[in-house]
């Protein structure tokens, strides 16, 4: 598409950021947003709260707050209308939550459902975090595990699974990352992105391609659901690793020392993932503190490196 050339756009589509941001006055600006999915677990009310978590996210990794919210339902007449008022009931739940009012919505024919949400907040243009700031030297810190693809196709293909991989597969999806964004603007980090449906790989390398800088991560550092690597030990392979791993494989080299099962993880999609957060060494261990004291898990992963620009080493 072409660039639209408008000073008034802050961020747009070039750098593959989470949000669109357009200034409004000096002191605000919008933010702007959609996402639309398949069902990702097998009960609607859950699958509306991970759908509105999910949604909203780009918002915050943005370090923006919603406002505004619209329904975007792919449905048909096939499936049971509970299902659809169960899944809005679900959503209107996580984004009253959010401090964020739904107020209308489109519905549109669909073999396959799909639900999400359009969303629009505001933002200080003096404070938005992009995907396109990240500097050398910087730590990469992630506020949720990762693994919920394998967990979902696990779901999909009924395989048995361990009730502790469904119980926190559950809670990490449905918990709004509003608190880790609040942290993360009030710390001043460099960078900031989401981990969703391009996976860990995915958005780390949209951000170092868009901040012309270079990435090592550690697998022995990444924080895993349960049971996870077991599945994928086993064959448990969603469709996302196919899909991310011919997008982005080209910008990726792992040492021979890591396992298959954690080149599968890093590839695989991510719904309601965690914040992804580039932060200067000096601002590390408050970013730290700040996180634990509001009961967010996070883990340092990785680091930035100004060495072999838009390529990741992932190591043991």
Known sequence: MPRIK???ILVGFNTADDAGVFQIS???ALVQTVDVFAPVIDDPYLFGEIAACNSLSDIYAMGGKPLLAMNVVGFHPKYPLD???QMLLGAFKKAKEAKTFIVGGHTFVSEQIMFGLAVTG???PKKIITNAQARPQDYLVLTKPLGVEIF???L???IDIPNKLYKEAVKSMTTLNDKASAIMVKIGVNAATDITGFGLIGHLAEMISASKVGAEIYVSSLPVLPEVLSLIKKGVIGAGYGMNYSSFGNQVI??????EEYQILVFSSE???GLLISVPEKKLVKLQKELKRNKITSTVIGRIVKDHPATIIVSK
């Open 6 to 8: 408008d000073k008034r």
């Open 26 to 28: 000096k002191n605000k």
């Open 83 to 85: 299902w659809f008022s």
């Open 122 to 124: 505001f933002i200080n």
């Open 152 to 154: 979902s196709y696990a």
């Open 156 to 158: 999909l293909k009924k």
């Open 254 to 259: 792992f040492e021979k020392d890591v396992e």
């Open 271 to 273: 719904t309601s993932g």
